[in-house]
């Protein structure tokens, strides 16, 4: 099992981190380094949220698609 950072986490809050010093050192303001730096995470696969992590995370039984 491979186990992939999720947003919230360290791993990622650094990476966030990183990413948004560069913006600010290229020229761009805070707010949209900030903006920028989620951004390009968000576009990452291995950045992205898997989804809930248990059946009551899912939402309500009968709410649930059927397929999963």
């Known amino acids: 099992m491979i186990v ?3 947003p919230g986490s ?3 809050d650094a990476r966030r ?3 948004r010093k560069e913006a600010e ?3 761009v303001s805070d707010q949209d380094a900030n903006t920028a730096a989620n951004e ?3 576009e990452e696969p291995k950045w992205r949220s898997r989804g809930p992590k248990t059946e009551r ?3 309500p039984k009968g709410e649930r698609p059927e397929d999963e």
Request: glycine share 16%; no cysteine.
């Open 4 to 6: 992939v950072p999720e």
């Open 10 to 12: 360290k791993k990622y």
């Open 57 to 59: 995370g899912r939402g």
């Open 17 to 19: 981190a990183r990413l």
């Open 25 to 27: 050192r290229s020229g």
């Open 40 to 42: 390009s995470l968000q």
